[in-house]
């Protein structure tokens, strides 16, 4: 014989669910902007300057909201993808100690110091390097 059980307060329930999603999907996408500010300043230490237009086209891009957001960090100009893969190249150190002699006569501005850290993988190394500490700001923000 089957017994019948009354639920009271289903919608109740549903409603704290859907509440509750809603901000925890907030959030998650607050720690993953969070995240990806963070990844942005690490490698703005790192992406080489000549101009400054490589550095200066850093964006955080928001796509989808809650728990569907995805976020990006990328660098807009058309040669940043070449200038992150070029591991060839000479930035940083490797670009003063190559090029000191014409950076102490100054008269060439494309020759000019470089700063010290600057390097191919401006991006995936800090991405790389603070996984762990990114997820944790994640965590933390989605927990409220």
């Not at 998650?28 to 550095?55: H, I």
């Not at 150190?93 to 014409?102: C, D, G, L, S």
Request: without cysteine; glycine residues 6%.
């Amino acid at each position: 014989m089957a017994s019948m059980v009354k639920v009271i307060g289903i919608k109740q329930v549903l409603k704290n669910l859907k509440l509750t999603n809603s901000k925890m999907g907030v959030n998650f996408e607050r720690g993953l902007k969070k995240a990806a500010l963070f990844l942005q300043k690490e490698s703005m230490k790192l992406v080489p300057v000549d101009t400054g237009t490589l550095k200066n086209s850093s964006v955080v891009r928001v796509a989808n909201h809650g728990m569907r957001a995805d976020v990006t960090v990328h660098y807009r100009t058309k040669y940043a993808a070449f200038v992150h893969e070029n591991l060839d190249a000479l930035h940083g150190k490797a670009f003063n100690n190559r090029y000191k002699y014409h950076i102490h006569l100054g008269k060439n501005r494309k020759v000019a110091t470089r700063g010290e850290n600057q390097q191919a993988k401006y991006l995936e190394a800090p991405a790389r390097e603070h996984r762990t500490k990114m997820l944790n700001i994640i965590g933390k923000t989605a927990k409220g």
